[in-house]
């Protein structure tokens, strides 16, 4: 007798969360460990939203918070979606949730039912599958490819388009790949799903800040379409504010009073602390912060950094994001080598080896749902770059 439900055992343990464990492993036995596996800012919160957070200790806001967050908050966070992407939302549309990953599984387990459908570009983010066999639906992937910035067409979409699809996931900037979709591509995608309005669309949109193109954009702002869209975001990327863990998201009413009541059997309102620093960070306007500016051109000198160096390893193809803080590299030149002792069968074996032998973590692309691909992030210091760069230039190269 299996004590552990069937759903849980179905469940794979995120594959950037396994590199980090592995890493501190390693970390503990003394091993000088470059880690290149997480997606998180190093830099601090900035203080003024630390702040926030503190007064809101002293001021004794340490008590149980409404499910969908403070009415202050979600007021602050539909002035945030109308400054900074346009878009009109009110408060009651508004639920804020312990992190964007919660506000996804939300959106998920409230839009889809046993057997639907739900469309993912591939790569996607390692949790979207998971969180679809949650929601006991289907995954229905579309392959993208690295000529084309890993960006899904309009085509492709329709193409795989059924009776039974339910929602589209999209992410720009993406994790892995750092793609941004721009305006007139997610026009695009608009004008096929406009003709189709039983689809939902969940837009996770946590990297908006860290793009380096120029305005984000959100598919939300087709009129078209708003009504079905659930956009996803938080304060862990642009704020740097991952451990304070607020996300959020802006539906229709009915879709946000659903997440509630969801919301509200599993976890009710999140930290009251959290929120009042979040409330600090919807105030600031990026267009206008140094402490935003200072770490974004710090992520595009590292990509700019981090492109020259992978562009002189043989065989290793990439492209230039134009978001988040991810390479997406091309490795399989290198699948089927071995150094005399270790083959590499996969990307997977590739990443092992690497972590073995140079003591430097990335995660491999199968678990992105593309093998043959390694994700590598530059939220790290330009010399943690480039001694982590020069030791896997090292050790690719025994591969023969």
């Known amino acids: 007798m299996n004590i552990i439900s069937n759903r849980v055992r179905n469940l794979s343990e995120s594959a950037t969360l ?37 007064n809101a200790i002293n001021e004794n806001i340490t008590h149980y918070t409404p499910v969908s967050g403070f009415k202050e908050l979600r007021e602050a966070i539909a002035a945030k979606l109308k400054r900074d992407n346009g878009l ?18 939300n959106a998920l387990l409230a839009l889809v039912n046993l057997g639907e459908e739900v469309i993912v570009p591939a790569p996607y983010w390692v949790s979207y599958p998971e969180m679809v066999k949650m929601a006991e639906g289907k995954m229905v992937e579309i392959p993208t490819s690295i000529e084309n910035d890993f960006k899904v067409t309009p085509k492709q979409i329709e193409d795989v388009i059924t009776n039974k699809t339910k929602v589209l996931m999209l992410n720009t900037p993406s994790n892995p790949t750092g ?28 990297y908006e800040y860290i793009n380096y193109s120029g305005k984000h954009e959100s598919i939300a702002q087709f009129d ?19 451990g304070w863990r607020i996300g959020y998201m802006a539906a229709t009413a009915e879709i946000a009073k659903a997440c509630d009541t969801l919301q509200g059997q599993v976890t009710s309102g999140a930290s ?15 267009a206008s912060s140094d402490e935003i500016k200072v770490m ?7 990509r700019d950094f981090v492109k020259s160096k992978l562009d002189e390893i043989p065989g290793m193809k990439t492209n230039l994001p134009d978001g988040a803080f991810y390479f997406y590299p091309d490795v399989t030149y290198y699948i089927g080598k071995s150094n005399g002792n270790t083959t590499i069968k996969n990307d997977s074996d590739l ?13 491999p692309g199968s678990a992105f749902g593309t093998p043959g691909y390694i994700r590598l992030s530059y939220a790290t210091s330009e010399e ?8 896997l230039k090292k050790a690719l190269s025994k591969l023969s």
């Open 351 to 363: 990443c092992l080896y690497l972590l073995s032998e140079t003591y430097v973590a990335l995660v």
């Open 18 to 54: 396994e590199m980090t464990r592995k890493s501190r492993e390693l970390k503990l036995q003394g091993k000088d460990v470059i880690n290149l596996s997480i997606g998180e800012p190093d830099f601090n919160t900035p203080e003024v939203i630390k702040d926030a957070g503190i």
């Open 384 to 391: 943690n770059l480039l001694e982590a760069i020069e030791r």
């Open 272 to 286: 009251s602390i959290s929120q009042m620093a979040a409330l600090q960070a919807m105030k600031i306007d990026p």
């Open 179 to 206: 793609s941004y979709y721009t305006k007139d591509e997610l026009k695009g995608i608009a004008d096929v799903l406009v003709r189709y309005p039983n689809i939902y669309i969940i837009s996770d949109e946590i």
């Open 224 to 242: 078209s379409i708003k009504d079905r869209v659930v956009v996803i975001n938080g304060v862990s990327k642009g704020y740097a504010m991952t």
């Open 296 to 302: 974004v051109e710090a992520f595009r000198k590292r």
């Open 88 to 105: 009109d939302y009110s408060f009651n549309q508004i639920v804020v949730s312990t992190g964007a990953k919660q506000s996804i599984a």
